[in-house]
Nanobody
Framework: AQVLTESGGGSVEAGGSLTLSCAAP????????VNWFRQSPGKDRELVAR???????AYAESVKGRFNMSRDNGKNTAYLLMQNLKPDYTATYVC?????WGQGIQVSVSS
């Protein structure tokens, strides 16, 4: 099955910003729920942002006020804008969208 294509990760200094993208293949039956997870070595996977078919996104307390997610249903693409990043946000970020999973993308934040 086709997976999602993630992009936009990389290395930034603390206080910087990155925008992650998560693109799904064309799928008229796409379930529009989007979940963004992150995982770093030695820690449990954490759900950092989620949006359902309708209603506003919800964020983990650890990222509230710094992350903003959005979704372009016409393009089957989801986005995660991450601002004012902190070093402990360094992790592999994984998108779940259209009932598919991304491959994971590395975000590294230096102090």
């Amino acid at each position: 099955a086709q997976v999602l294509t993630e992009s936009g990760g990389g290395s930034v200094e603390a206080g910087g910003s990155l925008t992650l993208s998560c693109a799904a293949p064309p799928d008229r039956y796409c379930v529009k729920i989007v979940n963004w997870f992150r995982q770093s070595p030695g820690k449990d996977r954490e759900l950092v942002a989620r949006v359902l078919n309708s209603g506003p996104p919800a964020y983990a307390e650890s990222v509230k006020g710094r992350f903003n997610m959005s979704r372009d249903n016409g393009k089957n693409t989801a986005y995660l804008l991450m601002q004012n990043l902190k070093p402990d946000y360094t992790a592999t970020y994984v998108c779940n969208y259209c009932s598919r999973w991304g491959q994971g993308i590395q975000v590294s934040v230096s102090s």
